[in-house]
């Protein structure tokens, strides 16, 4: 029993200690000897023992030190561009017609800024994505345009970009509710200005049937989404939303790309002012102006 003690110490020390006890017992009443293997079984048996509850109490300081960290850790450490919980955007399926006839009708509205329509007909989706940037006096925003979903979109992005449509307006709009996003876009400042012609949604609108009663359900506008401000379906110009926090909204504004890491902590250290008058919807209390934008 002073063997098999010994060598529960190692595989198994409870069981060696229980061993080396009954054996030290037996050997007392027996006379026989083995004391020094019972012993030594009781020894390993307990050091065994002490390093396991040493090495679960160290893994209880480190879980507890790790989920501290975890709730601590800046918003700007919490890049995702990619759904969470809820109701996702829909899985693109990319349209037969994709970029093949991109049109820009003018509206009755005259422009905001004088901006010449883009290319119209066919624009190519090819590279899927094109990275971009925008310059505010609040730090950079550096964004990844999702040319392969709407390249409709990004065509007028760029053409708009290109132009100087951008530079010197500030960005409206700050929500703080169910839609956690910055809008910009509008030289005038109002929220209604544009730039004199309008197009039709794309991704994830074009995932939809016009009379698929879904398009009204909100899905979720991930954290570091950009997408197109509307008055309805068809009334894209030029104003868009950079999303800061998980939103949810009707999927009929088009998502046309994605902010980097350095973006949202830009965004993040506006969206910390919260909005002029205190409400959740309106000026940003920190006033942001772009100083340019350029796309490739």
């Known amino acids: 029993m002073a063997v098999a003690s010994?060598?529960?110490?190692?595989?198994?020390?409870?069981?060696?200690i229980v061993l080396g006890h009954l054996s030290l017992s037996q050997l007392k009443r027996s006379g026989e000897?083995?004391?020094?293997?019972?012993?030594?079984?009781?020894?390993?048996?307990y050091v065994m023992t002490a390093l396991a509850i040493v090495l679960v109490v160290l893994g209880l300081v480190f879980a507890f030190i790790a989920v501290k960290v975890a709730e601590d850790m800046p918003a700007q450490d919490r890049y995702t561009a990619s759904p969470g919980a809820g109701q996702e955007l829909p899985a693109f399926a990319p349209p037969k017609n994709l970029g093949a006839n991109c049109q820009y009708p003018a509206t009755t509205e005259p422009a905001a800024r004088p901006a010449s329509p883009p290319r119209t007909g066919t624009v190519p989706?090819?590279?899927?994505?094109?990275?971009?940037?925008?310059?505010?006096?609040?730090?950079?925003?550096?964004?990844?345009?999702?040319?392969?979903?709407?390249?409709?979109?990004?065509?007028?992005?760029?053409?708009?970009a290109a132009q100087g449509f951008?530079?010197?307006?500030?960005?409206?709009?700050?929500?703080?509710?169910?839609?956690?996003?910055?809008?910009?876009?509008?030289p005038s400042g109002s929220g209604t200005g544009g730039p004199g012609y309008r197009f039709p949604n794309e991704y994830p609108t074009n995932q939809y049937r016009l009379s698929d009663p879904a398009v009204e359900r909100p899905v979720l506008y991930p954290r570091g989404t950009v997408a197109m401000a509307n008055a309805?379906?068809?009334?894209?110009?030029?104003?868009?939303?950079?999303?800061?926090?998980?939103?949810?909204?009707?999927?009929?504004?088009t998502v046309f790309g994605t902010v980097d890491k350095t973006g949202l902590a830009?965004?993040?250290?506006?969206?910390?002012?919260?909005?002029?008058?205190?409400s959740d919807d309106g000026r940003p209390a920190t006033p942001v102006t772009i100083e340019s934008a350029n796309v490739g």
Not at 145 to 150: D, P, Q, R, V
Not at 234 to 247: A, H, I, K, W
């Open 6 to 16: 010994l060598v529960c110490a190692v595989l198994f020390a409870p069981l060696g």
């Open 166 to 186: 951008f530079d010197g307006t500030q960005c409206h709009r700050l929500t703080t509710g169910t839609l956690a996003a910055l809008q910009c876009g509008d």
């Open 266 to 278: 830009t965004l993040d250290a506006i969206a910390a002012g919260g909005v002029a008058d205190g």
């Open 33 to 45: 000897q083995g004391r020094g293997i019972a012993i030594a079984g009781l020894v390993i048996g």
């Open 125 to 160: 989706t090819e590279p899927a994505t094109v990275e971009a940037g925008i310059v505010t006096d609040r730090g950079s925003i550096g964004l990844q345009l999702a040319n392969g979903k709407a390249p409709c979109t990004v065509n007028n992005f760029a053409s708009l």
């Open 232 to 253: 309805g379906p068809g009334t894209n110009g030029s104003q868009f939303f950079l999303v800061y926090e998980d939103s949810m909204l009707p999927p009929t504004y």
